[in-house]
């Protein structure tokens, strides 16, 4: 998926909500299932993206998993397929 890698503290998360609005010209998703797992949470997104200079659409369906320290945002890892995201979570 776009992006895939992993995003730690708060300057990486905004880097790359800036990286993604900047190669998109709309972008929205909303979460298919969560996960709680403790001090993660696993999420399979469904995304719809128009990339600059482009009347198509890409629909990407990821997996997301964001791990909480002190009830904050520690990282987010990216991932092309969402049942990655939950064998890194060590949940199905």
């Known amino acids: 998926g776009p992006n895939a ?5 708060r300057e990486e998360c905004q880097g790359f909500w800036e990286d993604l609005g900047s190669a998109f010209e709309t972008v929205s998703g909303e979460p298919e299932r969560l996960v709680d797992s403790g001090d993660q949470v696993v999420a399979v997104m469904r995304s ?3 990339p600059k200079g482009s009347s198509g659409e890409i629909e990407p369906r990821t997996g997301w998993l964001w791990t909480f320290r002190d009830g904050k945002i520690a990282s987010l890892r990216l991932f092309a397929k969402p049942e990655e995201a939950f064998e890194a979570a060590g949940t199905s």
Not at 5 to 9: A, M
């Open 48 to 50: 719809r993206l128009q």
């Open 5 to 9: 890698g992993t995003y730690r503290g």
